[in-house]
């Protein structure tokens, strides 16, 4: 029976279904932690998180195993034990699973208890729960390993405290969402005060499809002490120091990252959710079409922090609406970031269609001029292999303010689920600030005007967003009521002050919307509804709240 | 205690949503029965099934319950008890439930115990699982009401049956699948002999989104003989007579409508999911591109069949690279419809983009063709309302053969599901039969050349599928092994005999084309795996069965 532990948390990044690959990934980092008799990797780091129906496919399940199999043969090599997320299936049923292996042989393993099934995650369509997990031995030290949701509830922590743990390790694949750090260790804090157990709390890092992990890891004592904190948005391996004393095992190691505050983290979000789509899905860049206006300047400075300038092609599409200003912004916003910039005036296009369809007027005549640049960008796309890049924002995919096949086309958006009020707040913080890991400039990436003028899309003259919406500060906020809280129309007029009427219509709107929705493009989560596996309704639906 | 009950059972459609159109509907059905003692609805009648995500608002609950209460209200006036199907809150949790109520009084109800949570179901997110059912009283009659999921497995008729109860009145909400009726009436079988009770199996009719309810309905006796078979695919209200016999409760009303085989019975499926789909989001009928092929044909078909030709609107794109035969094939098709036909030649908008993109060649180009035949087509809809149909099949969307924002786009489409070889089967089929209900005509609805010479995308000269992918009858059993039997690349070489290299290279194009598919507009369900809520895959996905 041991009085010191030297425990290794890797807060790592992953690549879904890529078995070989993470694998790998976690043996380097074994052996890094050399020093350590412990490492501890995220919740199912040897499949990806999450898995999704992938767990459905037999063959995958066997060939989890097997790369199981192949790890516990690895820790017959010098270096510490690994404490493993991998899925184990046992008689026709598949779990979440924890895996703990030294010298070639399992010392143990925990089953997932609380499969989570809200909001983006199923895991009871594709996992069986587990019994209450029981502590693993390791070298005579009774370790609790609750696995992420295991410990949201207290049935687990309280049984593994109950059956004599000593100290709680907790993997985790938890999605970023804003506020999401404090949530958790606010959350952690009740759980060390009801077992009177430190834990180790140890999220993954880095984007799958809609979803970012922000790392942020953290271990905290059973005062509520948070010892070490590990930093978000990086990879990061650390040992720490752990000894029995008195009142039981503590963590002599004290380590202490900042993390990101408001609006710094969402923007982090959307550059490791951005980086890792392209890179995964094999893109050697990302084209956009730059307007002039902020939603296409701040995606595009997000692109080129995320990627580099030379991955980033803009390309401004003018038609005969498109102001000189416009013209200008567009020019100037590339050269402030120093990206690729093309001019393809799209009116020889919509002459043609003038011709085609020559009674064409109102909003069908506008949406044809938002597709031909779709055309032109998806034919550059196509010809030289960047993603496109969408730019539209959630307050437009909330009331379907934008063109299907228009611009709302594209492989990927960083601002679906950022209200436009957020894109202001991001757009005036990018320009005076410089976010860690930037590949971007360190000054200003938007000229001044893009941030103070009013929106507008330029499909028509003198057009502005707000002769159709009411503005953003007003809309925003009864949106994120109708959407993010699910509150009804009365609910949102007490909340905001605003007008039933008004509220009615945003909420016809919004409902109206969804059939444009379920064909946009994934888009980096940041709120605690995004349009994509958080929210799921129907598009036949006679369900209003309000008139 | 009585010894002989009529029993109305109400094969119904519904509006998701829709309460008080519902609450309405479901009155109007019980006047009809006035000489029933128990009128039984589907599961989930008030609320329209699956109601999704409209569960986690808290106002969509507190309606329903407002409106189940005006529901029981209603039963004071003169007329059947009512069995009917609602959401009940209680303690913070929802339930999928069945309220038993007769002279404005509830008498008792179920809460659903197996919540479903695969395929597109997602219960386990929206409701809390009841427990084990007790029988409800009537008249002395102890009656069983598991809901739907509950009878696919043995525990809550067995406690049923332990309980006491004398027969089992079912109400479901059981999607159109492939061989379904079959299925349930052989899992029903199973039942009713293992509990020695005779069994009311009662479905809903209609679509919603991309599931289509067949209707169905059927009871059947403890020695498992079908008494009663309802229609399926139409709103049917039947009173069934019941006796208490010697051995138990028999029901005296013999009735046995034909159920469709195969296809007509995916034919009927496509239209109805058409035609609700149209009419519940406001459209005045569809538009769709008639290219002389044989999906546009097909799709055409089940519109004209769906909504009347005059609802259905085709129209022919030509470029330079379309053969005579096929505007002569449109043309044909259009006049066999009685549909609308207009020819636009897409050359003017092709000429501007090679003016605009000179460089442009390869898929590239193909691409823009496919997509400004989509900018037309989309132009026509916004400016005159008509929904447009996409034609494009299941063979098509899983190796992502296919235009994104080109020939993909649409409101909705009816060959989704369909492989190549179904599509084929469907157009020889309806080519020499009408189905019931059917507008269209008594006659072929398409040219027997459609059928029968090879198919092209015709995007560049001489072009054909089939100098890109396997033939569809080599492809398509491939596809599902891989996709619907979610086998590996060697099962599927094993049971199609196909070269594990051409699997595998299919394979790659399935998991490669899943960004695609996300962008898919929805169409009716009718495999037990479809490309909507059926199949939830990662798009950055690392894992391949095969090389």
């Not at 050399?34 to 496919?57: C, F, N, S």
């Not at 979803?211 to 990086?234: R, T």
């Not at 292999?385 to 303010?401: H, I, R």
Request: glycine share 8%; hydrophobic share 40%; with cysteine.
């Amino acid at each position: 029976m041991t009085d010191r532990l030297i425990i290794a948390l890797a807060q790592m990044n992953q690549l879904v279904g890529a078995l070989e690959a993470n694998a790998e990934a976690m043996l380097e980092v074994r052996r890094k932690a050399a020093g350590a008799d412990l490492i501890l990797y995220p919740e199912l780091q040897l499949t990806g998180y999450p898995p999704e129906d992938l767990v459905l496919k037999p063959e995958f399940v066997r060939r989890t195993m097997e790369a199981t199999e192949r790890l516990v043969d690895a820790t017959s090599e010098p270096g510490p034990a690994m404490l493993f997320g991998t899925v184990i299936a046992e008689d026709g049923a598949s779990y979440n699973a924890m895996v703990l292996a030294n010298d070639g042989k399992i010392l143990g393993r925990t089953l997932k208890h609380e499969l989570p099934n809200y909001g983006t995650f199923d895991e009871k369509r594709i996992f069986a729960a587990g019994p209450l997990p029981s502590p693993l031995e390791y070298e005579g030290v009774k370790i609790g390993v609750p696995i992420c949701e295991d410990i949201w509830w207290d049935a687990a922590c309280n049984n593994l405290a109950n059956e004599g743990a000593e100290l709680l390790l907790v993997p985790n694949g938890s999605p970023y969402e804003l506020d999401k750090d404090q949530i958790r260790q606010k959350m952690v804090r009740a759980r060390t005060l009801g077992t009177g157990l430190p834990m180790v709390y140890l999220n993954r890092v880095g984007g799958q499809d809609e979803l970012v992990f922000d790392g942020s890891s953290f271990v905290v004592h059973p005062d509520g002490e948070v010892i070490v904190q590990m930093a978000d948005w990086e990879e990061a391996l650390i040992l720490t120091e752990w000894r029995r004393e008195a009142g039981g095992w503590c963590c002599a190691t004290k380590e202490r990252d900042e993390l990101d505050g408001y609006p710094e983290d969402i923007y982090h979000a959307m550059m490791l959710g951005l980086r890792d789509y392209v890179q995964r899905n094999g893109f050697p860049g990302v084209i956009l079409g730059l307007s002039g206006g902020i939603d296409s300047a701040l995606s595009a400075a997000v692109a080129v922090d995320a990627l580099g300038a030379d991955k980033v092609w803009g390309v401004m599409m003018p038609s005969k609406y498109t102001s000189e200003e416009s013209l200008e912004d567009a020019r100037e916003n590339a050269r402030m970031l120093g990206c690729r910039h093309d001019v393809i005036p799209i009116i020889p296009a919509v002459q043609a269609f003038d011709e085609m369809l020559p009674d064409l007027k109102g909003v069908a005549a506008e949406n044809v001029q938002a597709r031909l640049r779709m055309v032109t960008l998806m034919a550059l796309s196509n010809a030289e292999g960047q993603m496109l890049l969408t730019t539209g924002n959630k307050s437009e995919m909330s009331v379907g303010y934008a063109t299907l096949y228009g611009d709302m086309a594209g492989g990927y958006s960083v601002l679906k689920d950022a209200y436009k009020t957020t894109v202001f707040a991001l757009s005036k913080w990018r320009n005076s600030n410089k976010p860690s890991g930037a590949l971007g400039p360190d000054g200003p990436v938007m000229p001044e005007r893009v941030i103070t003028k009013p929106p507008t899309a330029e499909l028509r003259p003198g057009q502005k967003d707000q002769d159709t919406l009411p503005p953003y500060s007003v809309l925003d906020p009864i949106l994120e009521g109708l959407v993010d809280k699910e509150m009804s129309v009365k609910e949102v007029a007490l909340a905001t002050g605003s007008d039933v009427a008004l509220i009615s219509n945003i909420e016809r709107m919004l409902l109206r919307a969804e059939y444009k929705r379920r064909q946009a493009p994934p888009g980096v989560k940041i709120g605690a509804r995004n349009f994509g596996r958080d929210r799921r309704y129907p598009i036949s639906n006679f369900f209003r709240t309000g008139a």
